[in-house]
């Protein structure tokens, strides 16, 4: 049974970082692209980054270039997001994504993914 456990989150102030893990199980993902999904209260799910099966190409929403950044460790099975200049508005769970097997091309669609995680809590107070 293919699993993904997000851990990282919690609270920081703002300007404060922090760095969320997914780690997979189950099968090996060293052939799919994972990506980073957030939602704050009240509102839709949204795409945050993505990372294609190698790590060679990343995406990021774009009010989060600069900020954020992706990266992943296929022997460990495991993504990560490292959030830096974190603002109260960075409030939300965030959720780790994987797409099928051989699905290798990241992409930016909630619907594109498979695999979620439960979610983490990433709380930024002003």
């Known amino acids: 049974q293919v699993q993904l456990v997000e851990s990282g989150g919690g609270l920081v102030q703002a300007g404060g970082s922090l760095r969320l893990s997914c780690a997979a199980s189950?099968?090996?993902?060293?052939?799919?692209?994972m990506g980073w999904f957030r939602q704050a209260p009240g509102k839709e799910r949204e795409f945050v980054a993505a990372?294609?099966?190698?790590?060679?190409?990343?995406n990021y929403a774009d009010s989060l270039k600069g900020r954020f950044t992706i990266s992943r460790d296929n022997a460990k099975n495991t993504i990560y997001l490292q959030m830096n200049s974190l603002k109260p508005e960075d409030t939300a769970v965030y959720y780790c994504?994987?797409?099928?097997?051989?699905?290798?091309?990241?992409?930016?669609?909630?619907?594109?993914?498979?695999?979620w995680g439960q979610g983490t809590q990433v709380t930024v107070s002003s």
């Open positions: 990372v294609s099966w190698n790590g060679g190409r990343t």
């Open positions: 189950g099968r090996a993902f060293s052939s799919s692209a």
């Open positions: 994504a994987a797409r099928s097997a051989g699905q290798a091309l990241i992409a930016v669609t909630s619907t594109a993914y498979n695999h």
